[in-house]
């Protein structure tokens, strides 16, 4: 059954208002068109990208969403740890079904001039909340 016009506007202006402000960004420096951009070209360069997504109390905005793009570089096994039946480049899954579990994101990109000697940290993140099942980690690609 279709939502009638009037009860769907406030959830468009809503969406429409977190969408064009950079308080979608982690970073507050991009709105979602920005982020959907860079998306996009992440995945076209390295073949997939990765997208956190925080929750942000942040003052006078009724949203807490927040992104942060991951290039899919930052995304490695921990320590330079070999891959093996339950951890993938930087992706923990269950050996059964190979449902994605976690992610393990360093802090610097390998790459990185200026993290040459630097300490590097890797962060576990959770796919889906324990409680919640809400989705942690978005995995963008196209399975081949």
Do not use: K
């Amino acid at each position: 059954m279709p939502v009638p016009a009037a009860r769907s506007r406030p959830s468009r202006r809503r969406w429409r208002a977190w969408c064009e402000s950079a308080d979608c960004d982690l970073s507050r420096t991009q709105n979602f068109y920005g982020l959907q951009d860079l998306v996009l070209r992440t995945t076209l360069v390295s073949g997939d990208a990765f997208t956190v997504t925080p929750r942000v109390a942040r003052a006078g905005r009724a949203a807490v969403l927040a992104l942060q793009i991951i290039e899919a570089d930052r995304v490695c096994n921990p320590q330079g740890r070999s891959d093996s039946d339950t951890l993938t480049d930087g992706i923990e899954h269950d050996a059964a079904t190979g449902e994605a579990l976690s992610y393990w994101i360093c802090n610097r990109h390998p790459g990185d001039v200026l993290s040459i000697g630097g300490v590097r940290a890797w962060t576990n993140v959770r796919a889906r909340g324990d409680s919640t099942g809400r989705r942690n980690v978005l995995h963008h690609f196209r399975r081949l």
